[in-house]
């Protein structure tokens, strides 16, 4: 029986923070659904769509890593839903910072609430990448700043098309 762990996020880009945490689930799961959100909550700066090219070019591309064990997908539904059509009862969750971990508590209780059958098992990125957010990264870039440290070729030259 493969074990499936669901990762949702925005991906606005992929940074080497959301990089670690599937790397490490790679280890504990047979396969990754690495899920990104369509919700219009947010103000993206990349469609779906690109996100889904900037995540597939980084992992697959940039990263070379197996595609067999990894899933990317976009939804605009809730977790727990994406969790029964994949059959996974786990959803991972990255953490950089205590800040996080308030929200991310909250989010977990919700969707235990929603599923109770459903776990949220809690990542942290290697410490040179827990400062990294896509907000800062698309501050960085949009100024021009050097932002190799943060994010692949990929994902930075989508940036650079973008503020160009």
Known sequence: MNKIAIYPGTFDPITYGHIDVIKKSLKLFDKIVVA????????YLFTTEERIGIVNK???????????????VTFNSLTTD???KFK????????RAVSDFEYEFQLAGMNRKLN?????IFLM?????QIISSRFVKEIAKLNG????FTTKSAI?????KYE
């Open 36 to 43: 990104v959100s369509e919700t219009s909550s947010k103000d």
């Open 82 to 84: 994406l969790c029964k």
């Open 146 to 149: 050097d932002i190799r440290k």
């Open 116 to 120: 109770n059958n459903i776990e949220t």
């Open 157 to 161: 030259k989508s940036l650079k098309e």
């Open 58 to 72: 980084s992992l697959f591309i940039d990263l070379k890593l197996n595609k067999k064990k990894i899933n990317v």
């Open 125 to 129: 990125s290697d410490v040179e990448n």
């Open 88 to 95: 996974s009862n786990v959803i991972l969750r990255g953490l």
